[in-house]
């Protein structure tokens, strides 16, 4: 059925632009939101975005170090053939200019800039139940009324500073990764200080101590890493990608976390300790996320994961040639990846360097910041620069701080005040024909994140396909549905280790206050898929949909 068009020049009463949908966001999922909307379903859409340029989590996190940690080749959209086959990855793990070289390329190429709106943040959204339509008001003063609105605010957009006493009086310079000015930071003859050690920091710290008279980082809890292995990608290895991707996509939907390559079918248990060891060693050679695969019971049984976290212990204690700094950094007090398992370039070496000092946070707790710098417990540390590598508000905070209205004006904040409940991560009961894109309650975090994106775009556009094929004009999750969802997703969390550690952005317990639930699905990629599709081809149960 073709789609109706409608030109967002138009306006309705008090000058409100009238459109099919808004997209908040123009990260990978705002970008591939909109082509679909726009080029395939023939809607009209407008991607309303706070930054100046495009790019989304990318065009804030430009911090020193700031890498990917999936793979370049599959760290991409698998939409279109021809993209694929044109564009040319230069290192096996992107860098943050890469990236957006990328993103960019892709808004050209595919005529995106044209439906999105930069600078303008989004302030409020409500829906009104009589017109069946969202209003969305911008900082700027702006109306707009879709049918349809769509959040791609990403699950990591929402920085997350700390409220330490004193930190206004601070009268050195401070930044938070999140926020880094685009201009960069000159480290040359400062003393720093680095608050925070998760996959942020263990990327930062390197690069600042390189250019750094003296880093300082404060770690409150040591984190396992397993060595990137970065390195240039050479013709030949792009040419056999390029071959290789049917398989490579296909691969990578079926997977688990989304990324093209298999978990053993091993249990960790079953192998001697000899070929334990030889196995991880390989393993750890090679580099990257792929360790997590060496065998299949690494997430879900704990004396299988204390083989993993004995050996990364063992290699921290190798690097690090101080005993006692080595101790420090060696984690206790969570299994391997039940936190995210960050992957690194020389972060362990870097505490060999003479000008690099680790404090330990959780045995001298920081009790202030001071003009002069940081004073723990026990001692003072004279900064000239503070760094806050200290993650974001994770996967609900970028959508609270839009002010998201349902029906009788029911707040989105008001709603999860003891956490997110949504169905399938989709929708959220009581706010008509809103979907969130990798919202809690869906795979997200836990997978490479291009693979989740595209499988969320292209359910949400046959959804609504689906929906104007049929005349339908709404279309909701149910309580009941969400009520089982949100029990499902603890359930399937509760299989795995991920829940014992007890300090992971994962529950929110970066961000105090924050309720301490488990956020993103655990039940895997491919299963999470699965389900979709069976919702669709079933016809929406779980949803109510209406003219």
């Known amino acids: ?28 999922s705002g970008l591939y939101q909109l082509h679909v909307l726009r080029d395939r379903l023939g809607l009209s859409a407008r991607v309303l975005e706070a930054g100046a340029g495009i790019g989304g989590t990318w065009y804030w996190n430009r911090y020193p170090g700031a890498r990917c940690d999936s793979e370049s080749y599959y760290y991409s959209f698998s939409f279109s053939k021809e993209l694929e086959q044109e564009w040319e990855w230069t290192e096996r793990y992107p860098e943050q200019p890469e990236i957006m070289r990328y993103l960019n390329h892709v808004a050209d190429r595919f005529d995106l800039r044209r439906d999105i709106q930069l600078e303008t943040r989004v302030t409020g959204a409500r829906f009104d139940a009589a017109a069946n339509r969202w209003l969305v008001s911008t900082a700027g003063g702006e109306e707009y009324s879709a049918q349809f609105l769509i959040t791609a605010v990403g699950c990591l957009s929402t920085a997350n500073v700390p409220k330490i006493k004193g930190l206004d009086a601070f009268a050195g310079r401070w930044y938070h990764t999140g926020q880094w000015p685009h201009e960069g930071v000159d480290f040359t003859g400062q003393r720093v200080g680095l608050i925070g050690t998760g996959s942020t920091g263990i990327q930062a710290a390197p690069v600042i101590a390189e250019q750094a008279a003296h880093l300082t980082v404060f770690q409150r809890t040591p984190n396992y890493s397993v060595p990137a292995r970065n390195g240039p990608m050479d013709a030949e290895r792009r040419q056999q990608i390029k071959a290789d991707y049917p398989e490579i996509r296909a691969k990578s939907r079926a997977s688990t976390n989304g990324h093209p390559f298999d978990l053993s079918p091993r249990s960790a248990l079953d192998a001697s300790p000899e070929e334990r060891e030889a196995l991880y060693e390989a393993a750890w050679q090679q580099g990257g996320l792929r360790f997590r695969a060496t065998f299949r019971d690494l997430l879900s049984d704990v004396q299988a994961n204390e083989t993993a976290s004995a050996f990364i212990r063992s290699k921290i204690r190798e690097i690090v040639h101080d005993p006692a700094v080595a101790e420090r950094l060696t984690p206790v007090d969570h299994p391997f990846a039940s936190k995210r398992p960050p992957i690194d370039s020389n972060y362990f070496e870097t505490f060999n360097r ?48 839009l002010d998201i209205r349902g029906e009788d004006g029911a707040s989105l904040r008001d709603l999860w005040s003891a956490g997110p409940r949504t169905y399938l991560g989709l929708q959220t009961a009581g706010f008509p024909n809103l979907f969130t894109i990798t919202g809690p309650g869906s795979p997200s975090v836990l997978t490479n994140m291009p693979t989740a994106i595209e499988q969320h775009v292209d359910w949400i556009a046959d959804c609504i396909a689906y929906m104007r094929g049929r005349g339908l004009q709404r279309i909701e999750a149910t309580s009941a549905a969400s009520d089982q969802w949100v029990e499902h ?12 550690a007890s300090s992971s952005w994962y529950l929110g317990a970066n961000v105090p206050g924050k309720p301490r639930v488990f956020m993103p699905y ?26």
């Open 522 to 547: 655990a039940g895997g990629m491919a299963k999470y898929a699965a389900i979709c599709e069976q919702v669709a081809a079933d016809g929406y149960p779980g949803f109510q949909l209406g003219r």
């Open 354 to 401: 003479d000008n690099v000092l680790l404090v330990d946070v959780r045995a001298a707790p920081i009790q202030e910041i001071t003009p002069l710098g940081v004073r723990t417990s026990d001692a003072e540390y004279k900064l000239d620069i503070l760094v806050f590598a200290t993650g974001f508000d994770a996967m609900t905070g970028p959508l609270l701080a």
């Open 1 to 28: 059925m073709a789609m109706t068009q409608i030109d967002p020049a138009e306006t309705g009463p008090q000058h409100v632009k009238i459109l099919d949908a808004i997209i908040v966001g123009a990260g990978f």
């Open 489 to 500: 997703v603890n359930e399937a969390a509760n299989a795995t280790l991920l829940p014992m």
